[in-house]
């Protein structure tokens, strides 16, 4: 009864020519209600489940967003019938309705939530597809330009990339690459041993590693590394503006930019597959040698015998275009940034994930189209 009485002050119920009305007065403030907030707001929301009731707020001197939000909840998100308004509390309310709803509660009450989530991912692989066929589009003209005019080959550029993407990352594959060969090579070598069959260990790392493994390695690797420090470069220049700017003085990003880091990444790939696959031969030598006995220059006299030279130039060839690939994907993420930090986390990561996709996809094409090359 005490609390009844204390709510009293901040309404009052009429009846006026057999219609209910409530007349709402004082502050409704945090600091005012900080006391009665919860018991207020229970006792209003009780009331406006009269559809007839007519609400005056005329009568409120201050109210702040927390006397808009009780109210508000009192009326379960929508407006009662009959409502009297100040004018400057009328666009509080409006604020509220105008809010959009809420993604996950969208998504439980919409029946075809499904359809309409696959329909924004086929919508974002379409403009992604078309971006990445614009920018193609326009590196072919910069090649086009640059053929007629070679004295603006950004030959500083290629090389600064072909460092970046090449030379400084010698080390990580060439131990990836070890010791992948040495596991693939012990563990071939213990089945090989059931069956008496030790000589046939270099065919299994020499096709395995030079068709298949070395190129796969590199390109993974190179795609974690190198691409997404080219999307973070051009996500970062985006983001501090140096993009609009090169814009504003006339210098083409894609020529000074973007086709530098393709071509260098595209000729790093096969330097960099050679690379990985000599040193993975050198670790499954290793350890054939530990694990069979077998002499290392028998190793390297058999291996040009076992492996077809094709199975070099298709691993050479997967370099070639993996590198290229990874490069203008990573281009192509950098640009699409927006100015904030978000954004580039976000840009970085799709461009990894993208990038590794694609360089399985282009080796599972490669083994369907050369199915018959080098195996026999």
């Not at 997967?318 to 993420?333: D, P, Q, R």
Request: glycine fraction near 8%; proline fraction near 4%.
């Amino acid at each position: 009864m005490h609390t009844h009485k204390t709510l009293m002050q901040w309404y009052q119920l009429s009846n006026e020519k057999g219609a209910p009305r409530i007349i709402l007065s004082g502050s409704y403030t945090l600091t005012a209600l900080e006391q009665v907030l919860d018991a207020l707001a229970k006792d209003l929301a009780q009331k406006a489940k009269d559809p007839h009731l007519s609400w005056d707020l005329t009568g409120i001197q201050q109210m702040d967003t927390a006397g808009v939000a009780m109210l508000w909840r009192a009326w379960a998100s929508q407006r009662p019938q009959h409502l009297q308004l100040r004018p400057e509390h009328e666009k509080m309310f409006e604020r509220l309705e105008n809010l959009p709803a809420s993604p996950m509660a969208t998504k439980h009450t919409d029946v075809l939530w499904p359809i309409t989530t696959l329909g924004g991912l086929a919508l974002l692989l379409w403009q992604h597809t078309v971006g990445l066929v614009a920018l193609i589009g326009q590196l072919l003209m910069d090649v086009i330009y640059l053929f007629r005019h070679p004295i603006y080959i950004p030959w500083r550029e290629i090389s600064a990339n072909l460092f970046r993407t090449g030379a400084q990352a010698l080390g990580i594959t060439a131990l990836v690459g070890f010791l992948i060969g040495i596991v693939l090579s012990y563990l071939s070598s213990k089945q090989l041993q059931l069956f008496g069959a030790d000589i046939f260990i270099i065919n299994i790392l020499g096709i395995s590693i030079i068709r298949e493994l070395g190129p796969m390695l590199a390109a993974i690797l190179v795609a974690g590394r190198s691409g997404s420090s080219m999307t973070a470069q051009l996500g970062v220049m985006r983001v501090t503006q140096e993009l609009d700017a090169l814009t504003v003085m006339g210098i083409s990003h894609s020529q000074r930019l973007i086709l530098p880091k393709i071509l260098g990444l595209g000729i790093a790939m096969p330097l960099l597959v050679m690379w990985t696959s000599a040193i993975a031969l050198l670790g499954g030598m290793v350890a054939a040698e530990l694990q069979l006995g077998l002499n290392y220059q028998y190793f390297l006299t058999a291996l040009p015998d076992s492996v077809p030279i094709a199975n070099l130039w298709l691993g050479l060839g997967k370099g070639v275009v993996c590198g290229m690939v990874i490069a203008l994907i990573a281009c192509h993420f950098g640009l699409r940034i927006r100015p904030n930090t978000e954004s580039l986390g976000e840009g970085t990561t799709s461009s990894v994930v993208t990038a590794i996709t694609m360089v399985i996809i282009i080796d599972a094409i490669f083994a369907i189209l050369f199915s018959d090359v080098g195996l026999t």
